[in-house]
């Protein structure tokens, strides 16, 4: 780890003022330059850069046919989720895309299915590409609005993949927001150094309630937490 992304960590998991009580939805509908730009330097304010990136991807690089074949990755998260949920529980995919982990999910029968994501074209374009998640529920918005919506212990089990997790601005208590709706485990593959908002994960994870019962690299970058949830 290099200084500069250890300065990150450290702004990112213990510098960062919280900013739970305000509008994301305003703030990342700001499509203005000069706000965009200065809010990537300064940390006090939260940016809306990778808002405006994923929420436009499809002209961008990073469109929702990128996320429709099951890769290396997804394959090793979705055995992960295999091992620890059971056919009925709730399960919430965070920042889900066009649906490929859940699609993959329900042909294993799992069935009480929800997930959400920023990109509305890639929620409008699952259930056509994918057909069997017609009973899921998707939901376009971004992970600060949907989290902070939703109920304590709603979803017996959460999952994200990386590049997921590490874009959302640590003014929003996400780990914290994941831990309240999440009733049994969370399953995560992160990158601990890499992407806008690196941070101190297993200290975050530990902070909030979690216990990590297994983690594991899976190559330079990745790495994958099972983390149960501490009632």
């Not at 057909?131 to 994200?160: G, H, M, Q, W």
């Amino acid at each position: 780890m290099n200084i500069i992304i250890f300065l990150k960590k450290i702004i990112n998991t213990f510098l960062t003022p919280n900013l739970f009580w305000i509008n994301y939805s305003f703030v990342y509908k700001k499509n203005n330059f000069l706000f965009t730009h200065i809010s990537k330097f300064f940390f006090i304010i939260p940016s809306n850069r990778e808002a405006l990136y994923w929420k436009n991807s499809e002209n961008l690089g990073h469109g929702y046919n990128n996320f429709i074949k099951m890769d290396e990755l997804t394959l090793l998260l979705k055995k992960e989720i295999g091992i620890y949920a059971e056919k009925n529980d709730k399960i919430l995919d965070i920042c889900c895309s066009v649906g490929r982990i859940l699609n993959s999910l329900c042909e294993d029968k799992f069935f009480n299915l929800y997930g959400f994501d920023i990109n509305k074209i890639a929620i409008d374009q699952s259930k056509k590409i994918f057909p069997k998640l017609k009973k899921a529920v998707l939901t376009c918005s971004s992970a600060e609005e949907y989290l902070s919506s939703r109920a304590s212990n709603e979803f017996d089990i959460t999952f994200s993949m990386s590049a997921s997790l590490e874009l959302i601005p640590s003014h929003y208590p996400l780990l914290r927001e994941i831990s309240r709706v999440t009733k049994k485990y969370c399953i995560c593959l992160i990158d601990e150094n890499g992407h806008a908002y690196p941070r101190f994960w297993r200290y975050e994870f530990k902070k909030n309630y979690f216990t990590i019962l297994k983690c594991y690299k899976f190559s330079d970058c990745y790495t994958m937490f099972i983390l149960k949830k501490i009632n």
